[in-house]
Structure formats: structure tokens, C-alpha cells
């Protein structure tokens, strides 16, 4: 399992997108937009894709994004806590049924993008190992340009 966040593991520089400035020699990320993968590509930079649903996540890897981001970062802190919204409890579950979803069209398809859950914490890893994604990377490392 790949685990960006911790300390003593060596990482690549990750940055989340605010505009379409790419940073070289970091992993551009930003919500999945076929204008930005398109400059991405032209500039020649790595880049990570926010899914937000299938056809997103086979997309980004046939588009040849490095990295296809899950955002579970409320995810994994799901069990310690008692969900009051429902829309929110809602909300979590759909997010690990999309994690799962895509770490199982990686496995079938041999995906070249690896899947990263975005979470708040290194916390709880089993679960994310459970779900089967091929790592994890703390919401933290996404810095904004």
C-alpha cells in the first residue's frame, strides 16, 4: 500500500490546482476537467484526478493520469462517529462504494493510475486496505496553488 503523509515515507510533491498554473516537478491534482488534463498534458506534467463518479475514474486512467484520488477524508473516521445528517452518513457510504468501485476496475482493467483515498488521518490503514485502493494520502499534502 502506498502511503503518502507519513513522516519517515519519502513522497512526491502533491498540489491541488486553484487555477491552470501547473507546478513541475510536483503531482498536479485537481477535480477531474478535460480542459486541465488537456494542458496537463501539453505541459508535460504529472497529474492526479479527483473521481467523482465511474466514468470519471476510467477516464483519468486512460487519460493517463499518475494518480486517481477518492475523496474519503471523512471516510475512515466514519465507525467513531454518530451520523445525525443522514445526507452526510449518505454521503460517506457513497464514497466508499466509489473506492471500491474503482480499486475493483483497476484489479479488472490493470489500471496504470494507482487509487489514492484521501483521508484526515493515517489512522484506521486496514480499512482502506479493505476496500482494496492501492493507497492512501493525507488531505494535508494537497497543497493549494
Known sequence: MLIFG??????PEFC???????????VNCFIYD???IQKAQKAG???GILAQNADEILLANALSAKF???DGADFLNLANQNAKNQALKNA???????AKKASKMAEFYLFDSKILLITNSLEKLE????IGVDGVILKELLQKI
Open 6 to 11: 507519513h513522516k519517515l515515507i519519502e513522497k
Open 16 to 26: 491541488w490546482l486553484t487555477r491552470a498554473e501547473f507546478k513541475q516537478n510536483a
Open 34 to 36: 478535460e480542459s486541465l
Open 45 to 47: 506534467v504529472e497529474f
Open 68 to 70: 486517481i484520488l477518492i
Open 92 to 98: 460517506k457510504i457513497s464514497t466508499k462504494k466509489l
Open 127 to 130: 480499512k482502506a486496505y479493505k
